[in-house]
């Protein structure tokens, strides 16, 4: 089954808006978990305007789930998941000014450096997934670089949705995602996705891309969640993974 990692950093953006601790992180990702999330994400950046530091430093102790971070791998970031040890550190070619994250790794251009990165978290027992973009040719170089995962990067799937339900013979984006995700799996590596899933697209992704091992879903939940709850909108979501058809 197709597990449903809930992305929290939009909570943190609601609290830092006001100060406080309004709403309680600790909290949030605990209910959430409670709530059938099977993992709890989280993507520190350097000006902290979401995730802190010391956010990621408290929610360890208390995730019992699956706890996978996110972020481009700078010395500050190496140490912190280091001090951590999360289940997975997902890498994200991410400048530090980014709103969002837009694209994938360029595995070849980058491969030394990710080697030198992947085989430090690996030495400390971190599984390591690598944000990438859909494209097959650039698979191979994750393998080699040291990758367990790879995580599919979702945006301009999401963006083209609607062409891909109506023309799905014809859609040569979801081909790449196909052909890029049966390439990972053919060397042994397991498939993540994320970015603009919702629950409009997700089942369709998840039909097409069987092999998924995990999602990583933040803010279209926590807008789902303003109208439908927190917790039934996690379930709405793990029920979108279970469609096999």
């Known amino acids: 089954m197709t597990k449903l ?6 909570f943190a953006t609601l609290r830092n808006a006001r100060g406080g601790n309004l709403p309680d992180i600790l909290k949030v990702a605990q209910d959430c978990e409670r709530f059938g999330a099977d993992g709890i994400t989280v993507h520190p950046r350097p000006d902290e305007r979401h995730i802190r530091y010391q956010d990621v430093l408290d929610l360890k102790p208390l995730v019992t789930t ?23 550190v997902t890498l994200v070619p991410d400048p530090p000014n980014a709103i969002t994250s837009n694209t994938g790794w ?3 251009a980058n491969q030394s450096f990710l080697k030198e990165v992947i085989s430090t978290f690996k030495a400390a027992g971190i599984r390591v997934s690598i944000f990438l973009n859909a494209e097959p040719e650039k ?19 999401a963006e083209e949705f609607n062409n891909a339900r109506t023309q799905q013979q014809n859609f040569q984006l979801l081909n790449d995602y196909k052909n890029t995700a049966r390439a990972a799996t053919a060397i042994g590596l397991d498939i993540n996705a994320g970015h603009d899933l919702n629950l409009d697209n997700l089942r369709f992704f998840k039909l097409h891309i069987p092999q998924l091992k995990e999602v990583s879903i933040g803010h279209a939940l926590v807008c789902d969640a303003l109208y439908l709850g927190l917790e039934n909108t996690i379930q709405l979501y793990k029920r979108q993974l279970k469609a096999t058809e």
């Open 139 to 157: 698979v191979e170089a994750a393998k080699t670089a040291g990758a367990d995962r790879i995580e599919l990067y979702t945006g301009p799937y």
């Open 5 to 10: 990692s809930v992305n929290i950093n939009k």
């Open 66 to 88: 699956e706890f996978n971070i996110e972020g481009y791998p700078s010395k500050e970031f190496i140490d912190l998941v280091l001090s951590v040890k999360p289940e997975q």
């Open 106 to 108: 360029d595995t070849i």
